[in-house]
C-alpha cells in the first residue's frame, strides 16, 4: 500500500469500524463461535492504530487487511454453511489469536518510552512482520471458501477498498431481513434453554459488619477490568459478601447480566464449564466452552461469581486446565470475576 494520506489512513479505519460493527450484530444473531471475539479485539485495536507513531505505514496496511479478512467472515457468515465447519471454527479462532498478538504487540509500543521504541524498532518490525503473514494466510483461507454469489465480489483480491466497502454495504442492506431471521433463530435456538438461565440469590436479610468491605469491593468491581478473590475459612462470611455485592446499587447499575455460579459440584474443568454454559442458557454440547466464551465475547457487561471455587481448584491433576478456562474468562475485558474459593486465611482483594 502505498503512504496513506491522513484522509486515507482515516476512511480505512473508519470502514473497518463499520465491518466490525455489522459483523458483531451477525454474530451476536448466529450465534457462529469466536466471531464476536474478532470484532471485539478489532474495535480495541482500531484507536491504537489510529494514534500509532511507529511503524504506522505497515499497521495501516495490516488494517486495511483485517477490514478485507472480516468483509469475507461477514460473507461466509450470511451465505454459507461453511463457516460452520469445525476447520473453518478452528481457523477463526487462530485468527482472533494473531488479533490477540497484534493487540499485545500495539500495546507495548504505546507503554515503551521514545529512546526504548528506537531501540526495539527491529524486534517490533519482526512481530509485525509475523502477525501480517499469518492474517495474510487466514484471508487466503476465507476468501477461498467464498462461492460464486454476488456477495464473493465483496472479497476480491483486486478491488480497491472503497469499492469493498459500498458493496459491503448493499451486501448488509440487501440481506437485512436475512440477518434478521438470523437474530430469531438466535433467540429461539434449540441450543438456548431458558429454563437454565441463571436464577439470582436474594440479597442478605441479615448482614452487618462487613459494610466498609461492600464498598471497598464495589469500588474494586467498577474498574475494568476487574479480577477478584475473596479467601478465608468456611463460615466467615465469604458467599454473603459476594450475594451482597452482586445486588450493591452501582453493580447493579454497571453490569446488566450478573451471574452467581455454586461451582460446589465441579469437580473438572469439563464440569465447571457445563455449569456456567447452562447459567448462561446453553444446553450442554461438545462445543459448550467455544459457544459461552462467545456468547460471553458478544454480550454487555458482565460479573460472573464463583461460589465455592475451591471444589474445581482443589484437585492437582486437573488445576491447570481450570487455570486454563479462568484465563479464557479473564481475557474478555467486559466480564468482571469474582471467585471465592475456601482458604485458610481471611479474605483479600
Not at 501480517?132 to 462461492?147: V, W
Not at 480497491?160 to 429461539?188: A, K, M, P, V
Not at 486454563?324 to 470475576?337: K, M, R, S
Given at each position: ?32 463461535p469466536f466471531l464476536a471475539r474478532v470484532c471485539l479485539l ?308
Open positions: 500500500m502505498p503512504s496513506s494520506s491522513p484522509a486515507t489512513a482515516d476512511r480505512i479505519l473508519e470502514y473497518t469500524t463499520v465491518v466490525a460493527n455489522a459483523l458483531r450484530d451477525v454474530a451476536i444473531a448466529s450465534q457462529i478489532t474495535l480495541t485495536i482500531i484507536p491504537m492504530v489510529q494514534s500509532a507513531k511507529l511503524q504506522r505505514e505497515r499497521c495501516l496496511r495490516i488494517m486495511e487487511e483485517i477490514h478485507h479478512s472480516l468483509c469475507a467472515l461477514t460473507s461466509l457468515a450470511i451465505h454459507s454453511d461453511h463457516i460452520q465447519a469445525p476447520e473453518m471454527l478452528d481457523q477463526i479462532a487462530q485468527y482472533a489469536d494473531i488479533l490477540q498478538k497484534f493487540d499485545s504487540c500495539l500495546r507495548s509500543q504505546r507503554e515503551l518510552g521514545t529512546i526504548k521504541r528506537l531501540f526495539k524498532q527491529g524486534e517490533i518490525a519482526t512481530q509485525l512482520d509475523t502477525c501480517e503473514t499469518k492474517l495474510r494466510t487466514s484471508l487466503g483461507i476465507f476468501t477461498a471458501k467464498q462461492t460464486v454469489r454476488l456477495a464473493s465480489t465483496v472479497v476480491e483480491l483486486n478491488i480497491d477498498t472503497e469499492t469493498r466497502h459500498q458493496e459491503l454495504l448493499e451486501l448488509i442492506s440487501s440481506q437485512s431481513s436475512s440477518i434478521e431471521t438470523l437474530s430469531l433463530l438466535g433467540r429461539d435456538s434449540s441450543n438456548v434453554s431458558s429454563g437454565s438461565f441463571s436464577v439470582l440469590p436474594a440479597s442478605p436479610k441479615i448482614f452487618h459488619g462487613r459494610e466498609s468491605e461492600l464498598e471497598e469491593l464495589a469500588a474494586i468491581l467498577m474498574t475494568d477490568p476487574a479480577r477478584v478473590v475473596i479467601l478465608g475459612p468456611g463460615g466467615i462470611g465469604k458467599t454473603t459478601l459476594a450475594m451482597a455485592v452482586l445486588h450493591h446499587p452501582k453493580v447493579v447499575d454497571k453490569f446488566q447480566t450478573r451471574h452467581f455460579i455454586s461451582c460446589e459440584s465441579s469437580h473438572t474443568r469439563d464440569s465447571l464449564i457445563a455449569i456456567i454454559a447452562s447459567h448462561l442458557g446453553l444446553e450442554p454440547s461438545s462445543t459448550s466452552e467455544r459457544a459461552a466464551l462467545a456468547l460471553l465475547f458478544a454480550g454487555k457487561p458482565c460479573l460472573m461469581i464463583l461460589d465455592n471455587f475451591e471444589t474445581p481448584w482443589e484437585a492437582p491433576e486437573g488445576r491447570a486446565k481450570v487455570e486454563g478456562l479462568l484465563a479464557l474468562l479473564a481475557d474478555i475485558p467486559h466480564v468482571a470475576l469474582l471467585a471465592c474459593p475456601l482458604y485458610t486465611s481471611r479474605y483479600i482483594y
